[in-house]
């Protein structure tokens, strides 16, 4: 059975930094490449960011709006993804998914989804 | 305002046929990369419902259908059900953004 398990997340100050994790099973997590999307409360759904495979160097893009904030990594061994967050603002409160995307093309679609970890970025 | 521009809502009566549109550009859907649809029921995470503009996934009943014409695409549900009141969401790449790009997402409500 394939799942992804978010987990990390809660309430932080703005200014402040967490990191979220994405424990992944029952696939080949090593050939996979994995994205986070977020979604504020009551909102819809916002791409964030990806990290590639090994194979393809763990080449990560990220949104305008995590860009230069947020970083995406992995840990093969531990079939993790991660997802480190800095200077976080309230606009960041959202619930995080990561999600695996089938292929490696642009147009490939994501199939796996973990259930989110909430974000509160407030004081 | 999203990349991706669906109506905010869209309804019927159980058995009827309903269709939501995901209009893009000459950046996303109309430089030809796919467009997917994906379900979120109340209180959980999205679901994959069509893939590639039309295909669905092993599960998926066919009572579901995409398409896409140009810089749009459309989502069909016929024989409407009581547990097909969900949201969706439809999503592809953006060249321009060098990015994935989702609509906002359109509430189905089943009468």
């Known amino acids: 059975e394939v799942q992804l398990v978010e987990s990390g997340g809660g309430l932080v100050q703005p200014g402040g930094s967490l990191k979220l994790s994405c424990a992944a099973s029952g696939f080949t997590f090593s050939g996979s490449t994995m994205h986070w999307v977020r979604q504020g409360s009551g909102k819809g759904l916002e791409w964030v960011g990806r990290i590639r495979s090994k194979a393809n160097n763990y080449a990560t893009v990220y949104a305008a709006s995590a860009k230069g904030r947020f970083i995406i990594s992995r840990d093969e061994s531990k079939n993790t993804a991660y997802l480190q967050m800095n200077s976080l603002k309230t606009e960041d409160t959202a619930v995080y998914y990561c999600?695996?995307?089938?292929?490696?093309?642009?147009?490939?679609?994501?199939?796996?989804w973990g259930q989110g970890t909430l974000v509160t970025v407030s004081s | 305002q999203s990349v991706l521009t669906q109506p905010p809502s869209v309804s019927g009566a159980p058995g009827q046929r309903v269709t939501m549109s995901c209009t893009g550009s000459?950046?996303?859907?109309?430089?030809?990369?796919?467009v997917h649809w994906y379900q979120q029921l109340p209180g959980t995470a999205p679901k994959l419902l069509i893939y590639g503009n039309s295909n669905r996934p092993s599960g998926v009943p066919d009572r579901f259908s995409g398409s896409k014409s140009g810089t749009s695409a459309s989502l069909a549900i016929t024989g409407l059900q009581a547990e097909d009141e969900a949201d969706y969401y439809c999503?592809?790449?953006?060249?321009?953004?060098?990015?994935?790009?989702f609509g906002g997402g359109t509430k189905l409500t089943v009468l």
């Open positions: 999600t695996r995307q089938r292929g490696d093309s642009s147009s490939s679609p994501y199939d796996y």
């Open positions: 000459s950046s996303n859907i109309g430089a030809g990369y796919d």
């Open positions: 999503q592809s790449y953006d060249i321009s953004l060098s990015g994935w790009v």
